[in-house]
């Protein structure tokens, strides 16, 4: 039986209904998430629930794309800041932004449909815009930018993984963390510090 109803706009309803859904995906497999539940602790009818979500898949997808989106917006770039001002603000943003939405960033990662082509579409989307973004903050030019993009993408599931394992232990400091991503970039485009060209290659060439 669905709990008495609190009238709230569409908006506020389904962003209601992403909370639950995130913190159900984040605690218990997907097989074991029902969407029935979802509705009765948000105290509206299947029927509603069903109106905003067609499918669980689509209402799962809709959890990880409102992470994604969440996280782009969290470390969008300041173009004012120097490279390394850009990355560090960027790590900070990223690290918070886990520890804040630890329930969708979970139910995103941890969730059984993360290899569904639809849901890796989403991820990779969002990889790819954080690539674009520090590659561009970067200054390279053909074969550098190619070559760091390579490392970049490498990278960024490193911080991925690093920060869900944070979650899990938090045994160093959110400033330890950013500082362990940091020298991992500066060596993973094979240079001492993250100033950051890409060792090898001439910056900025065309």
Request: glycine content about 10%.
């Amino acid at each position: 039986m669905c709990r008495p109803r609190r009238r709230l706009a569409p908006e506020q309803r389904r962003a209601q209904l992403l909370d639950i859904g995130a913190r159900l995906f984040a605690e218990r497999p997907y097989e074991e998430v029902w969407i029935e539940e979802v509705a009765e602790e948000a105290g509206v009818s299947r029927g509603l629930m069903y109106h905003y979500f067609p499918t669980k898949r689509d209402f799962f997808a809709a959890i990880v794309r409102r992470s994604s989106e969440q996280l782009l917006a969290a470390t969008e770039p300041d173009p004012q800041l120097p490279v390394t001002g850009q990355l560090a603000a960027g790590l900070d943003a990223y690290i918070a932004h886990f520890a804040e939405h630890e329930h969708g960033v979970r139910a995103v990662n941890q969730g059984a449909l993360s290899a569904d082509p639809g849901i890796r579409d989403i991820v990779d989307a969002q990889i790819g815009m954080q690539e674009r973004r520090i590659v561009e903050a970067l200054g390279l030019g053909g074969d550098a930018a190619e070559v760091s993009g390579v490392a970049v993408r490498g990278w960024l599931v490193f911080v991925r993984t690093v920060c869900l394992d944070w979650l899990d232990h938090r045994t160093v400091t959110p400033e330890q963390l950013r500082q362990l991503c940091l020298r991992t970039l500066a060596g993973a485009l094979g240079v001492g510090e993250p100033g950051l060209g890409a060792a090898g290659t001439d910056a900025g060439r065309p």
